[in-house]
């Protein structure tokens, strides 16, 4: 602990003053943390001058940072410590060609050619099938068959391919690839004008189109010297609870249709609309785009948006109240839900699930209460009653969700009436980053803790632009909870989590 460096969430800091120790003490300071109930935000690589360095941002009760220098190998804290590392240094691996020495299964993240564009390291294009680069897991028996999913589906989501070992109808393994339309996105980031990267990073995952730009928005303030106010704050707050909504609701819906319950799926197919409309209201756009802008807002709360949120809150409240409660008293969804896609505590935490994946775990770690942003330091936190880990705990942690987010809409327009703010909308232009600086933003989004990390170089340019989305953290939770699960509980678990395969893909 006293190698790393406590940072604030969203504030800036000379990247002179993170820790620079040697590997071994990144090693043992970072197993010693995460082995005590500590968990990772960010840990990624970046090349500076002839060298390249690992920097790892961690949590408990607040946010720490550490980092190194390394060669072209280092020992693996997966192999060696614990399994949260698993996924970032296969990213670490995939994108510079940095071998994770004692990795216990390295293989691609996404599939794309390494940034060092060297072609005798981990890293592929796809335009060659090189053999071993990417080894399935497997199960062995003449019992044991595979039934592979994917990576093109009958539907319009996007592309993953799913692999099911299993013994007749029990599932062994899942093993889940991605990355099948990779874009490049981090890549990109630093080399665009300023005045594109919110129109990027709205489009990193079409359904947290105002987290992912929030994360980026509060990155460029605390690097500019941007001051927001307290009425753009509010509107801020109001929309990430507004998309949080649209998407939860949608999903009950998804679920309610994936047992057969159709009136509760075409109800809630029906309100989801009704939030994103509200969305609309607010910035003229269903998915929030144009609204949240470096410094503030692009497009004004007034009186007559007030009075439609609220006239809809009192509207749609008592219908989603009884369109859930027509959902979970029904026996035969409590039958499909409880005791299916169950993911234990231990589990949990040892993979670092976030969101409602890990509060369904009980990991009650919410990003709005232990780092809060925007207005969430000044309203009440939620706290989830269910948490069996299975797609009943996950279904109910998304309804306590969807009442706790319309008790801080209400607040948040009292709150907003009460100031009478006299906010200006902010037209995106360039801005004077600070030099040599390091800032890591946390928000809550929908699906879970959501975190964007910036370096600048001496020159005040972004050197290094690292997204993390919270399905990251969460899809080998949900290769997890088909363990011994029926292959046709599949589309159940799966719906439970919603993970995304484009913020993932980046």
């Given at each position: 602990?006293?190698?790393?460096?406590?940072?604030?969430?969203?504030?800036?800091?000379?990247?002179?003053?993170?820790?620079?120790?040697?590997?071994?003490?990144?090693?043992?300071?970072?197993?010693?943390?995460?082995?005590?109930?500590?968990?990772?935000?960010?840990?990624?690589?970046?090349?500076?001058?002839?060298?390249?360095?690992?920097?790892?941002?961690?949590?408990?009760?607040?946010?720490?940072?550490?980092?190194?220098?390394?060669?072209?190998?280092?020992?693996?804290?997966?192999?060696?410590?614990?399994?949260?590392?698993?996924?970032?240094?296969?990213?670490?691996?995939?994108?510079?060609?940095?071998?994770?020495?004692?990795?216990?299964?390295?293989?691609?993240?996404?599939?794309?050619?390494?940034?060092?564009?060297?072609?005798?390291?981990?890293?592929?294009?796809?335009?060659?099938?090189?053999?071993?680069?990417?080894?399935?897991?497997?199960?062995?028996?003449?019992?044991?068959?595979?039934?592979?999913?994917?990576?093109?589906?009958?539907?319009?989501?996007?592309?993953?391919?799913?692999?099911?070992?299993?013994?007749?109808?029990?599932?062994?393994?899942?093993?889940?690839?991605?990355?099948?339309?990779?874009?490049?996105?981090?890549?990109?980031?630093?080399?665009?004008?300023?005045?594109?990267?919110?129109?990027?990073?709205?489009?990193?995952?079409?359904?947290?189109?105002?987290?992912?730009?929030?994360c980026m928005c509060q990155g460029l303030e605390a690097l500019a010297g941007?001051?927001?106010?307290?009425?753009?704050?509010?509107?801020?707050?109001?929309?990430?609870?507004?998309?949080?909504?649209?998407?939860?609701?949608?999903?009950?819906?998804?679920?309610?249709?994936?047992?057969?319950?159709?009136?509760?799926?075409?109800?809630?197919?029906?309100?989801?609309?009704?939030?994103?409309?509200?969305?609309?209201?607010?910035?003229?756009?269903?998915?929030?785009?144009?609204?949240?802008?470096?410094?503030?807002?692009?497009?004004?709360?007034?009186?007559?948006?007030?009075?439609?949120?609220?006239?809809?809150?009192?509207?749609?409240?008592?219908?989603?109240?009884?369109?859930?409660?027509?959902?979970?008293?029904?026996?035969?969804?409590?039958?499909?839900?409880?005791?299916?896609?169950?993911?234990?505590?231990?589990?949990?935490?040892?993979?670092?699930?976030?969101?409602?994946?890990?509060?369904?775990?009980?990991?009650?770690?919410?990003?709005?209460?232990?780092?809060?942003?925007?207005?969430?330091?000044?309203?009440?936190?939620?706290?989830?009653?269910?948490?069996?880990?299975?797609?009943?705990?996950?279904?109910?942690?998304?309804?306590?969700?969807?009442?706790?987010?319309?008790?801080?809409?209400?607040?948040?327009?009292?709150?907003?009436?009460?100031?009478?703010?006299?906010?200006?909308?902010?037209?995106?232009?360039?801005?004077?980053?600070?030099?040599?600086?390091?800032?890591?933003?946390?928000?809550?989004?929908?699906?879970?803790?959501?975190?964007?990390?910036?370096?600048?170089?001496?020159?005040?340019?972004?050197?290094?632009?690292?997204?993390?989305?919270?399905?990251?953290?969460?899809?080998?939770?949900?290769?997890?909870?088909?363990?011994?699960?029926?292959?046709?509980?599949?589309?159940?678990?799966?719906?439970?989590?919603?993970?995304?395969?484009?913020?993932?893909?980046?």
């Amino acid at each position: 602990m006293d190698k790393l460096l406590r940072i604030e969430n969203g504030r800036a800091i000379p990247r002179a003053s993170i820790p620079l120790v040697p590997f071994d003490q990144f090693f043992t300071t970072l197993a010693e943390f995460t082995r005590n109930n500590g968990f990772i935000v960010q840990f990624f690589a970046y090349k500076e001058l002839d060298s390249y360095r690992l920097l790892a941002v961690v949590r408990n009760t607040g946010l720490y940072v550490i980092e190194t220098k390394v060669g072209k190998s280092f020992r693996s804290l997966t192999g060696n410590v614990n399994e949260k590392f698993h996924m970032f240094e296969r990213e670490i691996a995939e994108q510079f060609g940095i071998t994770p020495d004692g990795h216990p299964w390295l293989k691609m993240v996404r599939y794309h050619a390494n940034y060092a564009g060297e072609d005798d390291v981990f890293g592929n294009d796809y335009r060659e099938d090189i053999p071993g680069r990417y080894p399935y897991f497997g199960v062995a028996g003449e019992a044991i068959h595979e039934v592979a999913v994917g990576p093109v589906h009958a539907g319009i989501i996007e592309p993953g391919h799913f692999r099911f070992q299993c013994a007749g109808e029990e599932v062994l393994h899942l093993e889940i690839q991605l990355g099948y339309q990779h874009r490049g996105i981090e890549k990109m980031l630093p080399g665009l004008p300023m005045k594109r990267l919110p129109i990027i990073c709205e489009s990193i995952a079409g359904d947290t189109a105002v987290g992912h730009n929030l994360c980026m928005c509060q990155g460029l303030e605390a690097l500019a010297g941007l001051r927001v106010d307290e009425g753009a704050g509010i509107v801020r707050t109001i929309a990430l609870e507004l998309e949080r909504l649209a998407n939860h609701i949608g999903d009950l819906g998804a679920l309610s249709g994936d047992v057969a319950f159709n009136p509760p799926a075409a109800y809630f197919g029906r309100l989801r609309g009704e939030f994103l409309n509200l969305l609309q209201v607010l910035c003229g756009n269903r998915f929030g785009k144009g609204l949240v802008r470096p410094g503030g807002i692009a497009h004004l709360m007034g009186e007559e948006q007030v009075r439609l949120i609220r006239e809809k809150l009192a509207e749609v409240t008592p219908e989603i109240e009884h369109v859930c409660d027509l959902l979970f008293s029904a026996h035969t969804v409590l039958a499909r839900f409880e005791r299916t896609g169950s993911v234990s505590t231990e589990m949990a935490t040892d993979l670092g699930l976030v969101g409602y994946a890990g509060r369904s775990c009980g990991l009650a770690y919410d990003a709005r209460v232990t780092f809060p942003s925007e207005c969430y330091g000044e309203l009440p936190a939620n706290t989830n009653q269910v948490t069996n880990g299975d797609v009943n705990s996950r279904a109910t942690v998304r309804r306590e969700e969807i009442s706790h987010s319309l008790t801080l809409i209400g607040l948040l327009l009292d709150w907003f009436e009460t100031l009478n703010p006299s906010t200006a909308a902010i037209h995106m232009r360039e801005h004077q980053l600070s030099p040599d600086s390091f800032v890591v933003t946390v928000n809550e989004g929908w699906r879970g803790e959501l975190s964007h990390c910036l370096l600048t170089d001496a020159t005040g340019r972004v050197q290094r632009y690292k997204i993390k989305d919270p399905s990251f953290h969460n899809w080998t939770g949900l290769a997890m909870s088909l363990r011994n699960q029926e292959i046709s509980d599949f589309p159940l678990c799966n719906k439970s989590y919603n993970l995304s395969y484009c913020g993932f893909d980046l």
